[in-house]
């Protein structure tokens, strides 16, 4: 029963690494921070409009320097604000949590991917269709956000960094001398 627990652990692990092998090297974000980098496996076939969008700012240095916002320890760290949300150009930590970028907003594209730990999912006000350029990471399983929100990737590597993201204080998790995503690229 041991070595048939072992054999299935194997093919569990060689399917995932299989799945990263496979994804186009594009399909991926690697974000920056100041305990190191973090890869995202971005997830098109789920959300095609979400990651299009997500790789557009990316790809123009948009989320350079933005903070992380809202970060709640068990729940998630939110960032991606890119208007009121970048610490060298413009951040108001009133208003932080409030903007997106000049893009227009995305449709909900809700699958049945469940929120665990490590999961990337879009940020948006109380309309589902108001996704535009801030997203989270999920820190813990959360199952009451299923099929409420959309999920864009899975953190690959790096998690131990997104760990050690400073927490906010309070109820809603405002973070003050927030950390930031330094540099956020398309690609591992």
């Given at each position: 029963?041991?070595?048939?627990?072992?054999?299935?652990?194997?093919?569990?692990?060689?399917?995932?690494?299989?799945?990263?092998?496979?994804?186009?090297?594009?399909?991926?974000?690697?974000?920056?921070?100041?305990?190191?980098?973090?890869?995202?496996?971005?997830?098109?076939?789920?959300?095609?409009?979400?990651?299009?969008?997500?790789?557009?700012?990316?790809?123009?240095?948009?989320?350079?320097?933005?903070?992380?916002?809202?970060?709640?320890?068990?729940?998630?760290?939110?960032?991606?604000?890119?208007?009121f949300g970048n610490l060298n150009k413009g951040y108001d930590p009133?208003?932080?949590?409030?903007?997106?970028?000049?893009?227009?907003?995305?449709?909900?594209?809700?699958?049945?991917?469940?929120?665990?730990?490590?999961?990337?999912?879009?940020?948006?006000?109380?309309?589902?269709?108001?996704?535009?350029?801030?997203?989270?990471?999920?820190?813990?399983?959360?199952?009451?956000?299923?099929?409420?929100?959309?999920?864009?990737?899975?953190?690959?590597?790096?998690?131990?960094?997104?760990?050690?993201?400073?927490?906010?204080?309070?109820?809603?998790?405002?973070?003050?001398?927030?950390?930031?995503?330094?540099?956020?690229?398309?690609?591992?």
């Open positions: 029963m041991k070595l048939l627990s072992l054999a299935f652990a194997g093919l569990v692990a060689a399917a995932s690494f299989a799945s990263q092998a496979l994804a186009a090297a594009d399909d991926f974000l690697t974000i920056q921070l100041k305990d190191g980098p973090v890869v995202v496996q971005l997830m098109p076939e789920i959300a095609p409009k979400h990651v299009a969008q997500v790789k557009k700012l990316a790809a123009e240095g948009k989320y350079d320097n933005v903070a992380f916002h809202r970060v709640i320890d068990g729940f998630m760290a939110q960032t991606g604000d890119v208007k009133r208003r932080a949590g409030m903007g997106g970028s000049d893009l227009p907003n995305i449709p909900a594209e809700f699958s049945k991917v469940p929120f665990e730990r490590g999961i990337v999912g879009m940020a948006r006000s109380q309309d589902p269709n108001s996704a535009n350029s801030q997203f989270f990471i999920m820190f813990d399983n959360a199952p009451s956000l299923n099929g409420q929100y959309t999920v864009i990737g899975k953190v690959v590597s790096g998690m131990e960094n997104v760990d050690k993201i400073k927490r906010g204080q309070g109820g809603n998790g405002e973070v003050s001398d927030p950390d930031r995503m330094i540099k956020v690229t398309v690609g591992k």
